[in-house]
């Protein structure tokens, strides 16, 4: 009975360490579909560039030095990013969609967006004056994971 046992436990203990040999795979599967740190900092390039693919004046642009955030038991690297941006109301709009649905923004979320809309003029002003136009911040968090 004792030898049986035994034997029991062996395959319990071969099968639990099978499995986390490929638990562990899995998270190395799943940590390698995050960018480097160098390539979160791209964020900036991309963002300016879609700005200017939507005819967007980039007004300013910030970025918060990286900060580490544990998110169930894994330690990433987070980056914060704002951008405002003026211009048409619906190429802000378009802006906001290209960055939830860009390839390039796969680990990064948007966290708000802040629109302005001028009030509208009679039109005399605007034949006198340059129409206001709307503006957007957006801000946006970048998830890295840089090994350990």
């Known amino acids: 009975m004792l030898i049986s046992g035994r034997q029991s436990l062996e395959t319990q203990l071969s099968q639990q360490q099978s499995k986390l040999g490929e638990t562990q795979a899995l998270l190395t599967s799943a940590l390698a579909s995050f960018p480097e740190l160098e390539a979160s900092i791209e964020y900036n390039e991309v963002l300016t560039e879609l700005a200017g693919d939507y005819e967007l004046e980039v007004v300013s642009m910030a ?28 190429s802000i709009l378009n802006m906001v969609n290209a ?5 390039r923004f796969a680990s990064a979320t948007v966290e ?4 302005k809309i001028p009030e509208p003029q009679p039109l005399i002003m605007t034949l006198v004056q340059e129409q206001e136009k709307s ?14």
Do not use: C
């Open 63 to 90: 970025a918060d030095a990286p900060r580490e955030k544990e998110v169930e038991g894994v330690t990433f690297l987070v980056i914060y990013f704002e951008v405002q941006v003026e211009g048409e109301l619906s």
């Open 99 to 103: 960055i939830a649905t860009d390839e």
């Open 112 to 115: 708000t967006v802040d629109i």
């Open 135 to 148: 503006s957007g911040t957006i801000k946006l968090v970048g998830y890295s994971y840089g090994g350990e």
